[in-house]
T-cell receptor, first 113, second 111 residues
């Protein structure tokens, strides 16, 4: 019954590796997002897709690449991981442009060593 | 651009105390305003929302009123419990689909 699910929940990897985080929502929402939360709890939007179309692409290194195979999925692929990529990554979804709020996943804690 | 400023924490209270977390915003147009809560080790949950001026959002004893004249959306609860210990985020949804967050306020309630 999970509304927005992310996998994995924890990810520990070495610098230079490539990794992916997957996100799926079963709410029938048309828009999905990736947010990054740093060690001070600050949340910053990275990407957003509306019906598989990229609509928000913030200033994020091009090592980060989102992919939306359908409107229920938004995956995040990260190439050549760096220490500074360590953070908690949250997936979220919304309907009608989010005017009623977003539903967030439980987060993926990425640790780069 | 759009931005949200909320009071810095951490805030430590005793049970049954009154809680206020100030939030002000800068935005063009008519944003929707939200409070989200993040319990330890969990994701963000929508606590309450208001979509137009003078709307009051309320949930779980928390309230916030959308004040256009002061560009504020302060969160209040009359009597907090230990289970209210969490990080609280004020957020603004602008016309460009973006949900922008304040820096978060950590609240700890002691028994």
């Amino acid at each position: 019954d999970t509304a927005v699910s992310q996998t994995p929940k924890y990810l520990v990897t070495q610098m230079g590796n490539d990794k992916s985080i997957k996100c799926e929502q079963n709410l029938g929402h048309d828009t999905m997002y990736w947010y990054k939360q740093d060690s001070k709890k600050f949340l910053k939007i990275m990407f957003s897709y509306n019906n598989k179309e990229l609509i928000i692409n913030e200033t994020v290194p091009n090592r980060f690449s989102p992919k939306s195979p359908d409107k229920a999925h938004l995956n995040l692929h990260i190439n050549s991981l760096e220490l500074g990529d360590s953070a908690v990554y949250f997936c979220a979804s919304s309907q009608e442009s989010g005017i009623r709020g977003y539903t967030f996943g439980s987060g993926t804690r990425l640790t780069v060593v | 651009g759009n931005s949200v400023t909320q009071m810095e924490g951490p805030v430590t209270l005793s049970e049954e105390a009154f809680l206020t977390i100030n939030c002000t915003y800068t935005a063009t147009g008519y944003p929707s305003l939200f409070w989200y809560v993040q319990y330890p080790g969990e994701g963000l949950q929508l606590l309450l929302k208001a979509t137009k001026a003078d709307d009051k959002g309320s949930n779980k004893g928390f309230e916030a009123t959308y004040r256009k004249e002061t560009t504020s959306f302060h969160l209040e609860k009359g009597s907090v419990q230990v289970s209210d210990s969490a990080v609280y985020f004020c957020a603004l949804r602008s016309n460009d689909y973006k949900l922008s967050f304040g820096a978060g306020t950590t609240v700890t309630v002691r028994a």
